[in-house]
Structure formats: C-alpha cells, structure tokens
C-alpha cells in the first residue's frame, strides 16, 4: 500500500476533523433558540453557507439547505484533496445526493407542482446543478420525460429498465429502489477497487452501512405486513458478510429479537467482528425500548462505532479511513444540526432532542 | 291562560269523557316522565363513555405527532414534505349504520374499515424516511379509530337529546296545555250542571210551593 498519497489529505482532513462541532457544544445547541445556532454556526465552518442565507426569515428550513450545501462543499473538497482512487469513491458518495435531487424531480412530476416549488426541494450537487434541473423539470411533463432527459447519465438507462414496470403499476417507489440499488451498488464497486487496507476498510464501513439499511428494510417492510417478494424487492443485493440468500431467508424469522439472533449466526467468520457488534447493539436498543424507530437510531449509531473503531485499529494517518470517518461524522453532524433546528421550531423540549443526536461519545 | 271552551256540550257523558282523558294523560304524563328518566340515565352513560375515548384519542394522536416530529427532525422537514408529495393516501372507509338502543332509539353506528389497497405496501421510500414516519402513520391509523367512535358517541347523545326535547315537549304539552284544558272543561262542565242541578232543584221548590199553594186553594 502506497502510504505517500495520503501526505497531502491526511493533515487537511485531520484539520477538518478538529472543526467539527464537539459533541458537548452540540448537545447545548438542543437547548438555545434559532437566532443563537445562527450566530454561533458563523464561527464555524458553516459561515459561508449561513450569510448567504436569505436574510428576511428564518427558519428551519433555511438552515437545513445551507447544512446540506455545507456537507457537499465539504465532500467536493476532501475530493480536490484525494488521490485518484479515493475521488472515485468519494464522487460515488455524492452520488447519492444526486439521486437525491433525481428522486425529488420525479416526486415533483408525479405531484405535478410548479417548477420553482420542485426546486426548493433540490439541492445543486455535481452534475446535477441548478439550471439542468430546473431544464428537466421545464421541458418536461412526466416522469418518462424526465427518464429520457436522463439518459446521457448513468441514472436515465437505470430509471429506463424499470420504467416499463412503473408505468404498468404507477408505484414510484419502483424507480426509487432502483435509484438506490445502483448507487449503493456503485459505492460497493468503488471501495472494491481500493487496494489492501484500505479496501478492507472500506469494504467494512460500506459494508456496516448497506447491511444496516437492509435490517431497516425488513423490519419496516415486516412491520407493515409486507409479503416476502415485496420485502426482497426493497433489499441492496450486496453485501460484504450477509449472502443474499441467506439474508433472504431472514424475512421469514417470525419477530425481531429471532431475526437479530438468526443474522448474528450468518456473518462470515473473517469480517464477523463489527457486524458482531452492531448486531449487538441493536439487539441490546430492541430488548431495552422495543422500538423501531429506537432500533434505526442504533444503527446509525453502530456506523459511526464502526468508523471510531477503524480509526482506533489502524494506523489513522495513511488508510482511507480517517476520510470515511470525517464524511461520516460531517454527515452525522449535519443531521444532528437539522434534528436540533427542527426540534427548536416544533417546540420539543432539549432532553427529547438530546435523546434524537448521534453524537461520537 | 284562555282556554277555548267553545263546543263543549256540557253534559254528563262529555264530563266522563273528559274525565277518562284526563286519567289517560295522567298516565301518558308517567309513562313519559319514565322514559326521560331512562333517557337521562343513557345521556349519562354515554357522557362517561366521551372523556375516556377523548383521552384515548389525544393520547393516540399525541403519540402520532410526537413521532412524525422525530420523523422531521432525523430526516428534516424539506424531505419530509417532498415524500408527501408522492405518499398514497390511506385507504379507509367510514360505514354508517343504525343500532337500536333504549326504549327502541335508532342510534346512529359509524364503523372503521380498512382499505384492501395497498396495505401493505411502503408508502414512502423506505431509505429516504425513517421508521418513526411509518409509526406515526400507524398511530395516526389508531387515533382514526378513537375519532370514529367519540362522533358515534357524539351522535347519539345529539340523538338522545333531540328524544329528551321531544319527550319534554310532549310532557310540557300534556302539562301545560292539554291537563289544563281538559281541567277548565271538566270545571266548566261540572259548573253548568251544578248550576243546571241548582235552577233544577229551585224549579222543583217553586212547583211544590206553587203545587202547595193550589191545594190549599182548594181545600
């Protein structure tokens, strides 16, 4: 492993990772007002995005767009600073923000609103800026006029070999799981083209994150009454421990504490370790609150264990996973950041927002 | 109060008639002070049913909201309005019917069915929205059920207290207007012939006197 290309990102991303919001300052945020998160945010990283903000409301809302343009101004510049096999990744990373911004344009056709309220729901991001978003949805009138508008990108031939079934059926979410299935299948494909440890590394971050969506998957479509087909239809066919089948075979496991117990008896015995404990915690959260929505929030949480322990294992300095590290905690931090604003505005009390952040302790 | 004793034949016959009726409003009066008293006692039982269900229907909807509030802050209130966009309305209907109940009263029954469509099926994408949106669906589901049965409640106590204003009024009626009536033409009745019986026995006196007066004449 070539330990060199990481000279030139490791210190920015180290620097990057010291201007993040410590835990215990978040934690305070849950109790303040707007007007304060506004003003104490313009002392950190978020500055730019806060004063562009428009000046003459503000509101949750406001605050969450300019969060999120903060997260990819991040993500474009940690790309900037990567060696070239790691900018892959990290361009897959943000493909996920695009499909985004794909999906919001389909939701818009099929809600069929006005041009300039679909675009409040956009964020720019790589290829999908404002102004090609904007063309899509104007010279478009529905979603398969927005497919064909995709197709010079990857994203229009994906949409178009579901669109025959979408338009049989009229279920969006047909197309949106298949959105979701090529960008996580992409960033599996990325982070196997990595060599040595930082393959395993990422293979293992990924790996925690596309199985945990998965476990979100089943149980929610479970405890809706979902039938087997319908469940294996929403599942991420990738996976670096669980096989497929094998994870399919878990759908029939009657109630939840039997399905953790079944998964945790499936992972391969080389890379058992981390999903071991994340399999752990979300059987510790489930036993102590019986609660999905308890149960999705440990899981987030596992991921950013996974990350803390990829750090603590190896070598920090020289592997990509330092990168994957900070992306995830600048994600985790955006997302607590919304919890909080959204939380001051509807009036929940500070103990209540505290208990929703997903904080590195 | 007037009371119209025009056409009254005030005879004997019409008085026991008159009297008959009023015994018949008598107890036309009981029967229906009885079914107001059992009215009132059903008014109550389904007053007592009300907090409860309202109770049951705050909390349920407390519950909804408290989730779709997490809901909004994990995922953030711009998401979360974009996936209503899309999101397929629930599925359900409301039957309505009729039940009998005290004293044979069409109390009106609303019934809570589930849609066959698409039950089962995610209503939103289920990686853009986390499990609390689903839940706060599905309290929301349940707080429709607590909804349905406070206005069923509602209905027939709206219903029992349209029966008790009926009742009252059929009560008032008998009461205030037919008793009083059926009194002032028993009373008039008994006055004409106590005064027809006077002139009567007066007729008779004078006849004696003069039929006394005629024998002592002749003698």
């Known amino acids: ?361 | 109060m007037s009371v119209e004793l025009v056409g009254i034949h005030p005879t004997r016959l019409e008085l026991l008639r008159l009297r008959r009726r009023r015994a018949l409003a008598d107890g036309i009066i009981d029967i229906l002070k009885k079914d107001l008293e059992a009215l009132i006692v059903t008014l109550f039982e389904f007053l007592k049913q009300i907090p409860s269900i309202r109770d049951q229907m705050y909390q349920a909807q407390n519950e909804a909201y408290d989730l779709f509030i997490e809901a909004k802050m994990i995922t953030g209130s711009k998401k979360i309005e974009e996936l209503s966009l899309v999101a397929q309305p629930t599925d359900f209907d409301i039957t309505t019917g009729t039940k009998k109940g005290v004293l044979g009263i069409s109390f009106p029954s609303f019934g809570f069915t589930e849609g066959t469509a698409r039950i089962s099926e995610p209503r939103f994408s289920i990686l853009d929205s986390p499990a609390s949106l689903d839940e706060s669906a599905l309290r929301m589901r349940g707080a429709l059920k607590y909804i349905i049965r406070l206005a069923e409640a509602e209905a027939s106590i709206r219903e029992i207290l349209e029966v008790i204003s009926i009742k009252k009024r059929q009560i008032n009626r008998l009461e205030y207007r037919i008793l009083p009536e059926l009194d002032a033409a028993i009373r008039y009745i008994e006055l004409i012939l106590e005064e027809t019986e006077r002139q009567d026995a007066i007729r008779v006196r004078v006849l004696q006197r003069k039929r006394k007066e005629r024998a002592t004449k002749l003698s």
């Open chain 1, 1 to 361: 492993m070539n330990v060199w290309k990481y000279k030139r990102i490791s210190p920015k991303v180290i620097a990057a990772k010291l201007s993040l919001i410590k835990p215990e300052d978040m934690a305070n945020l849950a109790g303040r007002n707007l007007t304060y998160i506004q003003s104490m945010l313009t002392k950190t990283q978020y500055r730019p995005e806060i004063i562009a903000m428009p000046t003459e409301k503000l509101s949750s809302l406001s605050l969450e767009t300019a969060f999120l343009k903060n997260f990819i101004r991040t993500c474009e510049k940690i790309m900037e600073w990567s060696p070239k096999d790691i900018r892959f990744l990290l361009h897959v990373v943000l493909k996920k923000l695009e499909v985004g911004n794909i999906k919001a344009m389909l939701r818009a056709k099929v809600a069929n609103i006005r041009v300039d309220e679909a675009l409040e729901y956009i964020t720019p991001v790589g290829r999908l800026n404002e102004a090609r978003c904007r063309r899509i949805l104007e010279s478009s009138n529905n979603v398969n006029d927005v497919v064909e508008l995709l197709l010079d990108l990857e994203y229009g031939l994906v949409l178009m070999d579901v669109l025959r079934e979408y338009e049989k059926t009229g279920v969006l979410l047909l197309l949106e799981i298949a959105l979701d299935k090529y960008v996580y299948g992409e960033l599996w494909r990325a982070a196997e083209k990595l060599n040595g440890l930082d393959k395993k590394i990422a293979e293992t971050v990924l790996g925690i994150e596309i199985a945990s969506v998965n476990i979100k998957v089943i149980l929610r479509c479970r405890a809706m009454g979902s039938s087997e087909d319908k469940i294996r239809r929403n599942l991420i066919p990738i996976s670096g421990v669980f096989e497929g089948k094998e994870l399919e075979e878990t759908i029939e496991v009657a109630d939840i504490e039997a399905f953790v117990k079944r998964l945790s008896t499936i992972p391969k015995l080389s890379l058992t370790r981390d999903y071991q404990y994340m399999l752990t915690d979300i059987q510790r959260e489930y036993s102590a609150s019986r609660s999905l929505p308890r149960l999705e929030t440990a899981l987030d949480k596992s991921l950013l264990k996974t990350n803390r322990r990829m750090l603590k294992r190896y070598t920090p300095f020289f592997n990509i996973g330092l990168i994957l590290a900070f992306l995830n905690l600048k994600w985790f931090e955006v997302r607590n950041l919304r919890a909080i604003v959204n939380g001051i505005e509807d009036g929940v009390s500070p103990s209540k927002i505290r208990k929703l952040l997903i904080l590195p302790i």
